[in-house]
């Protein structure tokens, strides 16, 4: 079994304090270490628009073959408050101007999709005050999916574990939001990271998601680079060739114990499991 997914790992261009990213704050190293190394594919975790410079970031990405995979947009909602969750509604329409004003920018940088994981932030209240704010942050999510969609940019959602969010936890939630959005257009971002928290059987999960399925990240259980801890990955790439998933997968792992080995041992974990599979 050959796997012919489309390779990359997570960087940021600014110094950051959401740890899951590469060369937080040397982003021209860590782009050239990506194409040394023989990605192709970068994610770019972005706080703001005016982290990057499009004209200046196209070029680097030109001369070193590389593209951007999609943009994630956590950084906001722990920055700056910038959550679709949140329940006040001047904060909420702050939050999902600036999910819009992203959409826009990642066409200025050739990137076809853009994340919503972080940046919805959590639900608060109880009862009905939870429902009620459940709702609202739906609608958001809503909002932020038609103006993608409009945008021709493919919206994805990332269940997250428990400890970092309230909502939106599996991928049976994540597929449950896409009936209530109905954007056919809207995907599934899965991470093993966060799936080795929440779901009780990753393989069927990513089985059940099938083609609603448009992004993976791959991390260890201990969010190290793949390979590291003790995840299946073996049994997961299966999965995914069982669903005739060919999209990219990422690594979103911490600069453990520095980014340079992280990378490497990410190559290093692709060239082992590609050995292994392409013997069977």
Known sequence: ??????????????PTKFAPVLYAGRLLEGLRSVSSIGFKYVELSLRSIHDVKPTELNKVLFDLDLKISAIATGQACLFDQLCLGNEDI???KKAIEHFKEMVLFSKKINSSAIIIGGIRGGIN???SQYESNLRNGIEAIKDCAKFAE?????LL???I??????????????????????????????????????????????????????????ADNNRHAPGQGQTNFKEIL???????????????ILPYPDDETAIRETLEFW????????KE
């Open 161 to 218: 574990n428990r400890y970092e969010t309230n909502w939106i936890l599996t991928a049976k939630d994540g597929c449950d939001l896409l009936d209530q959005i109905h954007i056919s257009s809207v995907k599934l971002l899965l991470d093993t990271f966060h799936m080795n928290i929440e779901e009780s059987n990753m393989v069927n999960a990513i089985k059940k998601t099938g083609n609603r399925l448009g992004y993976v990240h791959f």
């Open 271 to 278: 060239k082992k499991i590609n050995n292994k599979l392409g």
């Open 125 to 127: 209240g109880s009862g």
């Open 90 to 92: 001047a904060r909420r």
């Open 157 to 159: 959602i990332e269940p």
């Open 238 to 252: 299966k999965a995914l060739k069982s669903i005739n998933y060919c999209g990219p997968i990422i690594a979103e």
């Open 1 to 14: 079994m050959q796997t012919n997914f489309l390779k990359g790992v997570a960087l940021s261009p600014q």
């Open 150 to 154: 409009d945008q021709n940019i493919l």
